[in-house]
């Protein structure tokens, strides 16, 4: 199965944080880079959410659903709902229309500035789908030229469609590739098909399989972008992914995203009604840590809807509803965009400069790591009130770097006095792993409630960076 490993641009090229300077890879694969070339790689991903870390708490993306059919059968997926590949299950979006698609998107464009990447990620397969995909970003390249097009598929046509894709200017697109074993291809999806005839068993997942590889090289010879979706199922593919890892960076994929099945019952998929469990977040970053040294992995998935909106943190899908959005009429400027775009560059610059100050020159002999839970609504700021966090980035600190690990959702805990008790002892158990809270506020009640759990409430409104590092001091001190 193995192709020759090629010369290739990938993540690696630019260190394992986005924003820190370009490095060799030492197995020597991106050695033909240039500082020029590295800074053109830099400059391509710089606005797109999913494919920098550092972008996300920037800039926003949106999806629209204008693509139903499918062509596999994952054992994840209902049909009911959206593509799992690229979507939380269990979600279902309103189906629009390119011409509905591209009048939304040129409201939200306006409405968002800082919304950047137009995404189309189901809810079928958007190349099972072709004449609705392309119609959707042929207008929108059309009509809204700054906003970059973003396609998310399982890989199968992706061969018949490169030439459409590198034409209309696509530069991003993910494949999900959860095996390159037929065997274990065969747990996973249970038909195929392809070139009118259905496939089943091993003989679908080799189809597929070999289908998705030869969609990777392709990207990689038209110069595209590709991420690599995998999804973990314990038991199944778990033990495999780091050979996966190890196949897609040979074949130039920009960026891994390992992300954990979701099966509740409910959902009504095969794996939901079998029992198949999904990982637990200690076993996903487990494996995520394992794939590390090979290539930079994405640990910022939010795995959103396929009408998704906003920053990845945030799904404001339900202010655009579709009888909604088709009343509000578009206001796209490109240049009040172009204005907005700047302050934010400025804005990250500064960040930028605030963080160096306070990680260069670090030195810390201590090995301690801990974790620390943050409230943000963006900007890379801790800034977001403990009682109106709906989800904490969590991060490792162990005291010359500050690095995102994941991300945890919670239940709000201000909400009007209903069940606070309740939500305090799922919020403590969703971060009982961290040793503080960073947030911008907290209440006298949840203050103690955290430090009878062991966990510090820190107060700050400053750079994410700072104020971890600067609990961190402290921590060690004591406990070092
Ligand atoms: Fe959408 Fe996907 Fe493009 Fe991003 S999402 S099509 S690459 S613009 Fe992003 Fe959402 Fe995760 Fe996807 S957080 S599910 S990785
Ligand atoms: Fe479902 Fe997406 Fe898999 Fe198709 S590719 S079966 S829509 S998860």
Redesign the pocket.
Known sequence: MTLPATNILTSDSLGDQDSIPAKSGNCGCDSSTTPEMDEKLRERIAKHPCYSEEAHHHYARMHVAVAPA?N???N??N?KYD???ESRPGVVSELLTPEEAAHKVLVIAGKIPQMTVLGVA?P??PLANPEKTFRTFELIADKAPDIKLCLST?GLMLTEYIDRIKQLNIDHVTI?LNTIDPEIGAQIYSWVHYKRKRYRGVEGAKILLEKQLEGLQALKEADILCKVNSVMIPGINDKHLVEVNQAIRERGAFLHNIMPLISAPEHGTHFGLTGQRGPTGKELKEVQDNCSGNMKMMRHCRQCRADAVGLLGEDRSQEFTKDKFLEMTPEYNFETRQEVHEGIEKFREEIKAAKDKVLTGKKSTNNLKILVAVATKGGGLVNQHFGHAKEFQVYEVDGNEVRFVSHRKIDQYCQGGYSEAATADNIMKAIADCKAVLVSKIGNCPKEQLEAAGIKAVEAYDVIEKVALEFYEQYVQVNG
Do not use: E, V
């Open positions: 499918c596999i059968q994952c994840y997926c049909r593509c799992a590949n189901g079928g397969d399982n999900t």
